[in-house]
């Protein structure tokens, strides 16, 4: 496809429970970023791949969140031992090479932990 | 304090009014700013994307940047029904990739 795809579009789990979120970013982009958002905020930064290598987890808010891209292209965002804290949209975004070139975002999974 | 901060809103305006968005930051490593649109369920879409001081048009929309007040714009001219979604501004710039964003403005153009 053309854009940034995510799946699945809407999760919902039972506190405890592991989950897995996949993106496939756009063909090409070496860049690749997840955000989580919040109902009424804006995305807030959670880790960056500049092709396999994971070179910022900074935003991960805790070792319960785990992020890999083996192969330089998918992502998979794996959320442990969920809580409710963990509802959210999660979004990814691609960018090509360059230094701070424009993101581009899929359209997010939707997680409720009940 | 957030590193950047927009006004919620909402803001609802007539059909082909001027609408003007607003966000201030307080980072001054910030070089790169970028307004997106997203839409209920969606993920956001970019608008406008310029680095450092200036404007830029494209269409009905133009970006304006002052970085030494810290105030960046985006002014959407003759507004349509089709503008109503909520905007994203968003930065970045130093040794950080990611960007960094307000927390939307949620606007609503009344046909």
């Known amino acids: 496809g053309a854009g940034v795809s995510q799946s699945p579009r809407y999760k919902v789990a039972k506190r405890g429970q592991d989950v897995a979120l996949r993106c496939d970013p756009i063909?090409?982009?070496?860049?690749l970023f997840w955000y989580q958002q919040a109902l009424g905020q804006g995305p807030e930064f959670l880790t960056y791949?500049?092709?396999?290598?994971?070179?910022?987890k900074s935003g991960l808010p805790s070792d319960r969140f785990f992020a890999e891209r083996p192969e330089g292209s998918v992502s998979t965002l794996k959320i442990q031992r969920t809580q409710q804290e963990d509802s959210a949209v999660y979004l990814c975004?691609?960018?090509?090479?360059?230094?701070?070139?424009?993101?581009?975002f899929g359209d997010g999974t939707r997680l409720s932990i009940l | 304090q957030k590193e950047v901060e927009q006004d919620p809103g909402p803001l609802s305006v007539p059909e082909g009014a001027i609408v003007s968005l607003n966000c201030t930051y307080s980072?001054?490593?910030?070089?790169?700013f970028m307004w997106y649109r997203q839409y209920s369920r969606k993920g956001p879409e970019l608008l406008m994307y310029t680095y450092s001081s200036g404007n830029k048009e494209d269409g009905r929309f133009t970006a304006q940047v002052d970085k030494s007040s810290k105030y960046i714009s985006l002014f959407i001219r003759d507004s349509q029904p089709s503008d109503s979604a909520t905007y994203l501004c968003a930065m970045s710039g130093g040794s950080a990739r990611q960007l960094t964003f307000g927390s939307g403005t949620q606007l609503t153009v009344l046909p």
């Open positions: 975004a691609s960018s090509s090479t360059g230094s701070n070139q424009p993101q581009h």
């Open positions: 980072n001054s490593a910030f070089q790169y």
């Open positions: 791949f500049q092709n396999e290598a994971q070179l910022d």
């Open positions: 063909s090409g982009h070496v860049s």
